[in-house]
T-cell receptor
Framework: ETGVTQTPRHLVMGMTNKKSLKCEQHLGHNAMYWYKQSAKKPLELMFVYNFKEQTENNSVPSRFSPECPNSSHLFLHLHTLQPEDSALYLC???????????FGSGTRLTVV | KNEVEQSPQNLTAQEGEFITINCSYS?????LHWLQQHPGGGIVSLFM???GKKKHGRLIATINIQEKHSSLHITASHPRDSAVYIC???????????FGGGTRVLVKP
């Protein structure tokens, strides 16, 4: 365990389903991130939260909806996804304006 | 052109061989991560460096900020080193990382 916990590890969902991914860290970090990793592509930043406030949305479709209720928890709510959204979704955390990232183990999402 | 270029994209080595992975980037940075990703998907930061050289066990990372280049070396490679290695420099402002496409390393016994 790295200190950043993601659940579930694997998720299969239909295109009409609604599901949520959860990320939790107790490292005292105040920045949290969602990344998407599709097959054979570099990691892509989706969202950044600094001090619970969203500071970046990297042109992510609205079918992905992030939520950060506090500095330790980050959610990614999913609805009406497409098969091309199948990917590994990684959460990470850090201190704002400091170096040093910690990544979670990821949720492997398959949309059928 | 990608902001972060890694070479090679794939590398196969025999156990015990010396491995070098290179990273060149165009984003303005002051620090960079080398990350390791095993087949399960989780990512671990091996190094975060902003100058010179760092060593951890059989791994050595170097960076030249002026030339915008970094290298990761694995000495006496072992099959458990088989993974994808990702170069990730910080952007010029803030705490965002930019990622290279990764180098897939396979070490055969």
């Amino acid at each position: 365990e790295t200190g950043v916990t993601q659940t579930p590890r694997h998720l299969v969902m239909g295109m009409t389903n609604k599901k949520s991914l959860k990320c939790e860290q107790h490292l005292g970090h105040n920045a949290m991130y969602w990344y998407k990793q599709s097959a054979k592509k570099p990691l892509e930043l989706m969202f950044v939260y600094n001090f619970k406030e969203q500071t970046e949305n990297n042109s992510v479709p609205s079918r992905f909806s992030p939520e950060c209720p506090n500095s330790s928890h980050l959610f990614l709510h999913l609805h009406t996804l497409q098969p091309e959204d199948s990917a590994l979704y990684l959460c990470a955390s850090s201190q704002v304006r400091a170096y040093g990232y910690t990544f979670g183990s990821g949720t492997r999402l398959t949309v059928v | 052109k990608n902001e972060v270029e890694q070479s090679p994209q794939n590398l196969t080595a025999q156990e015990g061989e010396f491995i070098t992975i290179n990273c060149s980037y165009s984003v303005g940075i002051s620090a960079l991560h080398w990350l390791q990703q095993h087949p399960g998907g989780g990512i671990v930061s091996l190094f975060m460096l902003s100058s010179g050289k760092k060593k951890h066990g059989r791994l050595i990372a170097t960076i030249n900020i002026q030339e915008k280049h970094s290298s990761l070396h694995i000495t006496a490679s072992h099959p458990r080193d088989s993974a994808v290695y990702i170069c990730a420099p910080y952007g010029a402002a803030g705490n965002k990382l930019t990622f290279g496409g990764g180098t897939r390393v396979l070490v055969k016994p």
